[in-house]
């Protein structure tokens, strides 16, 4: 599945948020959100944001995060209906709004922003227009949580067969080395 160089950018933003500032598991280790200083450093490197994102901003992001997980979670398990709720209360309250924008040298793009034109609600608009439009767009199974065990980072699937499910290659990794381990000590190599 491809999609557009923006829509990519506002799912890896999504996932990049959501696995950066959301409590759980991440890869065989509990993971806990971080908080203060360090919120602030986790979303700049989760939005490769600049120098003057205040913490306010920061902690609106980590909220946003935290609706957007329950957005992945709902769509893993075949909750259709609960995560688009989820979207379209975001929606409504950051005020997405489509804009056409343009950096010097660049073709036209359609741009979310919300009503606030702040940074965390134009990322949070962003965002939930992003999984709005693969959930509309009959993509829902392209979002996913890590099929690991003790790990639930979320993804998105851009993988021609649709058959990703795992949030990493180390976390593929340890599931197939689990399973070799495990067909060796019954014997079974087949």
Known sequence: MLFDSHMRILLDASVALVNALTDGEARGRRHTAPEGAERVGAVRAALAAGEGLEL???????????????????????????????????????????????????????????????????????CATGLAMVLGGDHAGRLGVCGAPHCDRVYVDTSRNAGRQFCSTPCQNRVKAAAFRARRGTGDDA
């Not at 893993?76 to 309250?93: H, V």
Request: aromatic residues 8%; charged residues 25%.
């Open 56 to 126: 306010g901003e920061a902690d609106r992001l980590a909220g946003t995060a935290r609706v957007l997980r329950t957005v992945f979670e709902a769509v893993a398990a075949d909750r259709l209906d609960d995560a688009a709720r989820a979207l379209n209360a975001l929606l409504r309250e950051t005020g997405a709004r489509p804009q056409l924008d343009r950096t010097p040298g660049e073709p036209w793009q359609v741009h979310f922003h919300g009503g606030a034109d702040s940074y965390a609600v134009n990322w949070s608009a962003g």
